[in-house]
């Protein structure tokens, strides 16, 4: 079939990637951060690298930020002291800060399969809800 046993070894190796290959997504969650709520596209995605797009809604008249903590605790049940939650008691993937109102900001992880939570850790802001969990599935 092919006149070169070199072009032969190569495909086969090449369809061997194919078919071995993971299969890690790259994902885009949009994230809206309201006045008393976290609301996403999806609450779950596939592992791999996730970018947030997180919007402050421009009605809030506060700035947000964003959060993304590994936890198997439910959404409302982390702890909180002084109005906000303990992010070092958590595996902190990575998060966004002043996000002012009507504006938009990008975070982009590679989240290995798991629960998460994702919050406005602003003094206050979880408590008045602004926390949501997200699943990644492998």
């Known amino acids: 079939m092919f006149s070169n046993p070199r072009t032969a070894v190569f495909l086969g190796v090449a369809a061997l990637g194919l078919v071995c290959d993971p299969g890690y997504a790259e994902e885009m969650i949009k994230a809206k951060v309201l006045t008393n709520a976290i609301q996403l596209d999806a609450n779950h995605v596939k592992a791999g690298t996730v ?7 421009p009605d809030t008249g506060l700035t947000h930020e964003f959060v993304v903590l590994k936890t198997d605790l439910a959404e409302d049940k ?14 902190k993937m990575g998060e966004v800060e002043n996000i002012d109102p009507g504006k938009n900001k990008r975070l982009t992880l590679k989240l290995a399969p798991g629960r998460y939570v994702l919050i406005c850790n602003q003094p206050g802001h979880y408590s008045m809800g602004l926390h949501t969990s ?5």
Do not use: C, M
């Open 51 to 57: 970018t947030f797009e997180v919007s402050n809604a």
């Open 78 to 91: 982390l702890p909180v002291k002084n109005g906000q939650v303990s992010e070092s008691r958590f595996k």
């Open 134 to 138: 997200l699943r990644v599935t492998p």
